[in-house]
């Protein structure tokens, strides 16, 4: 049954099989109300999929949901326990400005978190105030809608409201509070919290409900507990070399922000790269390079690694044995990663089939790329619509020889040009966030209430393999004067 609200079937059905978790893992509250506040933005196509009224969302009972002001029949509110390795150094953590509403199931009957975050302080809260700034809210909306636009597994955003009230970081700034649609928020923090402040049978319980949740397939396997740590590593490794196929950069890998689900979640200091450097890190506190782009596979290998250690009590009884269990896993990690990342570069250069030489091809052009300091998505489609000369890398006698060598190669496939053609042209994205346009589209919108650019622009990436005439507006870099961009954490 889905809610009446003053007139409206307002479309939550919701259930909150997380709390029937042992308690440790959460604490049960409502979020803070906040005084005016306005919705900013709304993803209509994503409140249809979830069944939502979009005449309620848009009215006053509506807002008050999405603002925390109100709580929808059905949802239980609760703030999640966590731990993490944040740059290498284990903390206590757990959501200090985030609410769980509750899990939404959807008409297509799929189970999605229905999160509040920026709704007020909470027991995890560590001396922080609980909100958000409007700017970095509109940033994930922006950012995860692109990467879902992408074909990339993410958290997505519902709604943006801006609060009314004033939040203090730098500098006064204007609230927010965004609505994150996630297929759940189990993060390998959580089974580290569990496994370091829990009982082995809060561990069990909390190991039971994610594959029910997300690998309901490998409850059968024999050893069930090293099947939901291989099933991790597998979404892990599709999603890591998804992000190194696009050129996104997440800037905070901290193990609290890898998901059990193998979505990517937490969009604070991300940015996609524009001149490929696998060295490129845009966080403002990264200055080891510790999240760098070329990195992000080591260290999801790293916070993986984390997950096995949480896991030892349930893969063995026998602790030696465990750690055999879970070395020989994790082991396979570069594998997987690798399987998917080079299979998404033949893809990306029009190889259908797999031979020998291609990762050689393959490094080939990336080495080049970072040595001229060549445009990342722009050099794919140079190559998808044979235009070469339009890279800088043209005239390079490295890349002559090169071009001959992929020449070659596709000749000995069976598939026609046109083919392959078109199999670059839906690997190869027309247009990405470029840093400099999400930052336009966010500064008319924080300091002028204007939408525009920023509505516009969510239009061109919302299908960026469409290849339009309108999307190429989108695709120049940004000219020297606005580089280099740093982001900032605790947005």
Same mark, same amino acid.
């Given at each position: 049954?889905?809610?009446k609200q003053?007139? $409206?079937?307002? #479309?939550?059905?919701f259930? =909150?099989s997380?709390a029937?978790l042992?308690?440790m893992l959460?604490n049960?509250? =409502? !979020?803070?109300?906040?005084?005016?506040p306005?919705?900013?933005?709304?993803?209509?196509?994503?409140a249809?999929?979830?069944?939502?009224?979009?005449?309620?969302?848009?009215?006053?009972?509506?807002l008050?949901?999405l603002?925390?002001?109100s709580?929808p029949?059905g949802?239980?509110p609760?703030?999640?326990a966590?731990?993490g390795?944040?740059f290498g150094?284990f903390?206590m953590?757990?959501d200090g400005r985030a609410?769980?509403?509750?899990e939404?199931?959807?008409?297509?009957?799929e189970?999605?978190?229905?999160?509040l975050?920026?709704?007020g302080r909470?027991p995890?809260?560590?001396g922080?105030d609980?909100?958000?700034?409007l700017? !970095?809210?509109?940033?994930?909306?922006?950012?995860s809608e /692109? *990467?879902?636009?992408? &074909?990339?597994?993410t958290?997505?955003?519902?709604?943006?409201?801006d609060?009314g009230?004033?939040?203090?970081?730098?500098?006064?700034l204007?609230?927010a509070?965004l609505?994150?649609?996630?297929?759940s928020?189990?993060?390998?923090?959580?089974f580290q919290?569990? /496994?370091?402040?829990?009982?082995i049978?809060d561990?069990?319980a909390?190991?039971d409900?994610?594959?029910?949740r997300h690998?309901?397939?490998?409850?059968?396997?024999q050893?069930? $507990?090293?099947?939901?740590?291989?099933?991790v590593l597998k979404?892990?490794?599709?999603?890591?070399a998804?992000?190194?196929?696009v050129?996104?950069?997440?800037g905070? *890998? =901290?193990?609290? =922000?890898i998901?059990?689900s193998?979505e990517t979640?937490d969009?604070?200091?991300?940015?996609?790269? +524009?001149?490929?450097?696998?060295?490129?890190v845009f966080?403002?506190?990264?200055? #080891?390079g510790?999240?760098?782009?070329?990195n992000?596979?080591?260290?999801a290998?790293? +916070?993986l690694?984390?997950?096995a250690?949480a896991?030892?009590?349930?893969?063995?009884?026998?602790?030696n044995?465990?750690?055999?269990?879970?070395?020989?896993?994790?082991?396979?990690? !570069?594998v997987y990663?690798?399987q998917?990342?080079?299979?998404? *570069?033949?893809?990306?250069?029009?190889? @259908?089939?797999?031979?020998h030489? +291609?990762?050689a091809?393959?490094e080939?052009?990336? #080495?080049? *790329?970072?040595k001229?300091?060549a +445009?990342y998505?722009?050099? @794919?489609?140079?190559?998808?619509?044979d235009?070469?000369e339009?890279?800088?890398?043209?005239g390079?006698? /490295?890349?002559t020889?090169?071009?001959?060598?992929?020449?070659?190669?596709?000749s000995r496939?069976?598939?026609?040009d046109a083919?392959s053609?078109?199999?670059m042209?839906?690997?190869?994205?027309?247009v990405i966030p470029?840093?400099?346009?999400v930052?336009?589209?966010?500064?008319?919108?924080v300091?002028?209430?204007?939408?525009?650019?920023?509505?516009?622009?969510m239009v061109?990436?919302s299908?960026?393999?469409a290849?339009?005439?309108?999307?190429?507006?989108?695709?120049?870099p940004?000219?020297?004067?606005?580089?280099?961009?740093?982001?900032?954490c &605790?947005?």
């Open positions: 049954m889905t809610e003053t007139g $409206y079937e307002t #479309g939550w059905n259930d =909150n997380y029937a042992p308690e959460f049960r509250m =409502n !979020p803070v109300s906040v005084r005016a306005r919705l900013a933005i709304v993803n209509e196509p994503l249809s999929s979830l069944g939502l009224n979009l005449e309620y969302l848009h009215s006053s009972d509506g008050a949901v603002a925390g002001n709580i029949e949802a239980s609760l703030a999640q966590y731990a390795h944040q150094s903390n953590l757990g609410l769980l509403l509750g939404q199931i959807t008409p297509a009957g189970r999605l978190d229905i999160q975050k920026g709704s909470t995890y809260s560590r922080g609980g909100r958000a700034a700017g !970095p809210m509109l940033r994930e909306y922006i950012i /692109a *990467m879902y636009g992408l &074909g990339i597994p958290t997505r955003s519902l709604a943006v409201v609060t009230q004033v939040v203090t970081r730098e500098s006064d204007p609230g509070i609505t994150r649609v996630a297929a928020h189990l993060r390998v923090g959580t919290y569990a /496994a370091k402040w829990g009982t049978e561990l069990r909390l190991a409900y994610t594959l029910h690998y309901p397939e490998a409850k059968a396997e050893h069930r $507990y090293l099947a939901l740590l291989q099933a979404a892990q490794a599709s999603l890591i998804k992000w190194q196929l050129g996104f950069v997440h905070v *890998m =901290n193990t609290d =922000n998901t059990l193998g979640i969009y604070g200091p991300c940015a996609f790269i +524009d001149t490929y450097d696998t060295g490129t966080s403002s506190i990264d200055s #080891g510790r999240y760098a782009f070329g992000q596979p080591n260290i290998a790293w +916070d690694s984390r997950l250690e896991l030892l009590p349930l893969l063995h009884d026998d602790e044995q465990a750690i055999t269990l879970a070395e020989e896993a994790i082991a396979q990690f !570069p990663f690798e998917h990342f080079f299979s998404g *570069m033949r893809a990306k250069l029009g190889l @259908f089939n797999e031979e030489e +291609d990762e091809l393959i080939d052009l990336l #080495g080049m *790329m970072q001229h300091g +445009d998505t722009n050099t @794919f489609l140079a190559l998808t619509y235009k070469p339009d890279t800088v890398l043209s390079t006698t /490295a890349f020889e090169w071009l001959e060598r992929w020449n070659t190669r596709k496939q069976q598939e026609s083919a053609q078109q199999l042209r839906k690997s190869n994205p027309a470029r840093n400099h346009r930052e336009e589209a966010l500064e008319a919108a300091t002028q209430g204007d939408y525009t650019k920023m509505t516009e622009l061109a990436l299908d960026p393999y290849h339009t005439a309108e999307q190429a507006e989108y695709s120049t940004a000219v020297p004067s606005e580089r280099p961009f740093r982001t900032y &605790g947005t």
